[in-house]
């Protein structure tokens, strides 16, 4: 009875101590104290973490895991519950059931090898890190490599290494101090690995300091002028007398930014509320139908390229009339982005890759019990874009796919600038120090979505996804630093030029 109650007391122990250490981990990235977040902790704050798996038995390490993937994200995602009333406990929920599964292999792992296992234990992480953002149900927020989004010197490696290699490199320290303080490594046995680690973060130093002056020196040979515009409004609520008023904000500072010249104008995910594919075939409203006009017309009419969300409806089932006896629409929605350019619209692009539990409810059919209460909660749902399941399977797939890779590249086409100047605006020298490469237009675009920003929440969520956009174009291993590509992203309430 009493080795019972002394197993209780030491998986309270650590149990505390894994929720504390989630708690810090969560402030390394922007949060409720900080907009900013503390990136620094990022380098402390998994020690904790490394100690307990260590130190925990194989009968509570699981639930250990489930417990620290569900409070760190609880507290990591907190602009959750600005977003959906339900996202705020399916998020942590499902990162609990990942951390639960994770915890036991990485304590197998360090188990294993007699001197090293701190070393198997930091890759069986990076492995971890790069599983878990693939796949339809991949969720690339709280990257452990992303708290260093600030620290632009440190962050020039991954253009060689990707994200994963600096994820090594702040995780094998904070796992080898675990290992030691658990005296399962002596500093004599480790003395080449210091110095092959020394030797890493010197070249990433020297790498990010050359690299990060060469882009901040650099003479550009052409630049690309975009106007991000942006409405500090949720253009989804309030009805048609919202939605006017919106896009009156965004049309008015549309012009105003033709004064700068700009080569392009983006406007944010559904800037514009109201479907110009179902409006323009199926008009049931005069006033809805004329905004729409309104609109269309403006987009035509301006003399350079213009991107903005917009919902594409469509009718659901062709056998019925796009409005049924119920009053009810007979249609599905997309979201979607639309190009005009040239007094046309070149056309429209779909999302590739809903957002899971927020845009679509994946496995439907076999979690119907999870689904009614989603649906009580007025869970909005829309339909992916057109051959996603194959483009999932690429070798690279979209994750959380950003609306905008296809016409970005479309849009240089009918888009050169004519003549060679400096921009001379923040957000290039924003882009450059994230590694932005000036001399090519910019073929990375974010439109993500959101809603007006709270005065409770300092950060928002837009600020939240400025880590990862910073490191990686729409959370994948490429672009941004990576691919020394220019980052522009426009959003309700956000930060332009990630």
Same mark, same amino acid.
């Given at each position: @009875? ?70 760190f994200?609880?507290v ?21 059931l ?12 360090h ?39 600030a620290?632009?010197?440190?962050? *020039?490696?991954? =253009? ?9 490199? @702040?995780?094998?320290?904070? $796992? ?33 300091? +050359? ?23 949720? =253009? ?22 033709? *004064?700068?010249?700009?080569?392009m104008i983006?406007?944010?995910?559904t ?7 179902w409006?323009?075939?199926?008009? $049931? ?10 609109? +269309? ?34 249609w ?78 479309? %849009? ?12 001379? *605006? ?13 001399? %090519?237009?910019?073929?990375?675009g ?10 409770d ?15 990686r ?7 941004a630093?990576? *691919? ?5 992203? =426009? ?6 030029? %990630?």
């Open positions: @009875m009493r080795r019972f109650w002394r197993e209780v007391g030491r998986f309270l122990g650590e149990t505390g101590i894994l929720i504390g250490a989630a708690f810090l981990h969560a402030l390394a990235f922007p949060n409720f104290l900080n907009a900013a977040g503390w990136g620094f902790l990022a380098c402390f704050t998994m020690i904790p973490f490394f100690w307990v798996i260590d130190r925990a038995h194989w009968r509570v390490v699981w639930l250990e895991g489930a417990i620290y993937g569900f409070v994200y609880l990591y995602n907190y602009w959750l519950k600005t977003f959906h009333p339900l996202a705020i406990l399916i998020a942590p929920s499902l990162e609990a990942q951390y639960l599964l994770l915890f036991p292999i990485l304590k197998l792992g188990t294993l090898p007699r001197r090293r296992g701190y070393l198997l234990q930091t890759l069986l992480y990076v492995t971890y890190s790069f599983l878990t953002q693939q796949g339809f149900l991949g969720y690339p927020y709280g990257n452990l490599a992303s708290a260093f989004y620290y632009p010197v440190l962050i *020039q490696i991954v =253009s060689i290494t990707g994200v994963w290699g600096l994820v090594f490199l @702040m995780a094998a320290p904070q $796992s080898w101090i675990a290992s030691f303080l658990n005296r399962r490594i002596t500093l004599r046995e480790s003395r080449v690995d210091m110095v092959v680690y020394a030797v890493l973060v010197a070249f990433q130093l020297v790498f990010g300091l +050359v690299s990060y002056h060469h882009y901040e020196k650099a003479t550009p040979s052409r630049t690309f002028r975009i106007a991000a515009v942006q409405h500090s409004a949720d =253009s989804w609520k309030g009805g048609y007398e919202t939605y006017k008023a919106n896009y009156q904000v965004l049309k008015n500072a549309s012009v105003e930014a033709l *004064q700068a010249k700009p080569d983006l406007w944010s995910e800037a514009f509320v109201p479907s110009v594919s409006h323009t075939e199926h008009p $049931s409203n005069y006033l809805t139908s004329q905004l729409v006009d309104d609109f +269309v017309s403006f987009g035509k009419s301006l003399p350079v390229p213009l991107v903005t969300g917009n919902p594409e409806g469509l009718v659901k089932d062709k056998d019925l009339p796009p409005f049924l006896e119920d009053g009810s629409w007979n599905k929605t997309y979201n979607t982005v639309i190009l005009f350019g040239g007094g046309n619209i070149l056309g429209t692009y779909r999302k590739q890759h809903l957002v899971p539990f927020t845009e679509y409810f994946p496995y439907e059919k076999e979690f119907p019990c999870l689904v009614r209460p989603a649906e009580g909660q007025r869970l909005q749902v829309v339909g992916e874009g057109d051959g996603s399941h194959r483009l999932l399977l690429r070798r690279r797939p979209l994750l959380h796919a950003d609306l905008l890779r296809g016409y970005l590249r479309v %849009a240089e086409r009918h888009v050169r600038p004519k003549r060679r100047r400096h921009a001379g *605006q923040p957000d290039q020298r924003q882009l450059v120090r994230f590694g932005g490469r000036r001399d %090519a237009a910019p073929r990375v974010r439109l993500p979505g959101g809603g007006e920003p709270k005065a929440d300092p950060g928002n969520e837009q600020r939240h996804h400025l880590p990862g956009h910073s490191l174009e729409d959370h994948r291993p490429d672009g630093v990576h *691919q020394r590509m220019a980052a522009v992203r =426009s959003a309700p309430g956000a930060e332009a030029g %990630a």
